[in-house]
């Protein structure tokens, strides 16, 4: 059986930073009228919205006519029925409505050909891509965190760690130079260097000792030796998405390996949630 559960961490370390700003960690209802409800006030996420309303909606993205014919479902509605019950246990109670748009046209986009690559995978099986910015946390910032969807992503929130420690705070990050200052709460690194605690400083190599993931850059991740270790390539064995270099470790017939696409079929362990 597959378990599908959000994974950001390796995601959000990579990916682009939002542009500098100071979100409202609080706002007042009463500023809003009716016509203001469809919109966003700046640098605030939309109002959440009840997950069974999203996943109707994600459901029906990604039951296309092709995904029903090559998974065998019955028809359309079935395959939505169980696709909502999936999105239900994969997403939040409250998602952003800011960010859902984005969301279900990307899930519509890589359901379409049923052929899942690369980050269509993230997207439909790890709540990754623009589908990340839907959640809405309950830290904010300065408040502890260990990973990404600790925080508030829909506000901008990241979980940035400094020097070895595995706990961090939920920041909106600032990017730094390598070589330069990181030692406020919401500076972080450019790719290919991590904070010490003082300054941003190269990864490490393959073999070097490490306590954090973050310490072994992009390419790499801390094993339960505590050396940087190269994600494995397609095909190769895992145990988690973090040791992949695609970031999906799969189940296939039992045995768990790092993926960048699966195609769709009745045997397909995806397709039990889409018939």
Not at 9 to 31: E, Q, T
Not at 59 to 77: K, L, N, R
Not at 92 to 97: A, C, E, H, R, V
Not at 123 to 139: D, E, H, K, N, Y
């Amino acid at each position: 059986m597959w378990t599908y559960r959000p994974w950001f961490a390796c995601c959000l370390l990579l990916a682009a930073c939002p542009r500098p700003g100071h979100p409202h960690d609080h706002f007042d209802d009463d500023r809003y009228d009716d016509r203001d409800r469809d919109r966003d006030p700046p640098n605030v996420a939309g109002r959440p919205a009840p997950r069974a309303d999203f996943c109707t909606q994600w459901a029906a993205a990604a039951c296309s006519e092709a995904v029903v014919s090559a998974c065998q479902a019955s028809d359309a509605s079935e395959c939505r029925q169980t696709q909502a019950e999936f999105c239900q246990a994969l997403s939040p109670d409250d998602t952003s409505s800011s960010a859902r748009d984005a969301c279900i046209s990307a899930v519509a986009a890589a359901y379409r050909d049923a052929d899942l690559r690369g980050d269509e995978l993230a997207l439909v099986l790890r709540f990754g891509g623009p589908c990340a910015r839907l959640l809405v946390g309950s830290s904010q910032a300065g408040d502890p965190c260990s990973e990404s969807q600790d925080c508030d992503a829909a506000r901008g929130y990241t979980c940035i760690k400094k020097a070895t420690s595995n706990e961090g705070t939920c920041q909106i990050p600032q990017l730094v130079d390598p070589g330069r200052d990181c030692q406020a709460a919401a500076k972080t690194c450019s790719e290919g260097f991590f904070c010490d605690g003082e300054n941003c400083i190269e990864t490490l190599s393959e073999g070097d000792s490490c306590t954090i993931h973050e310490q072994c850059g992009a390419d790499g991740f801390c094993n339960d030796a505590g050396q940087c270790e190269a994600r494995h390539k397609v095909n190769d064995s895992c145990r988690s998405d973090l040791e992949c270099v695609r970031g999906i470790c799969a189940d296939f017939e039992g045995r768990q390996v790092c993926t960048d696409r699966i195609v769709l079929s009745r045997a397909d362990p995806i397709c039990t949630n889409l018939r």
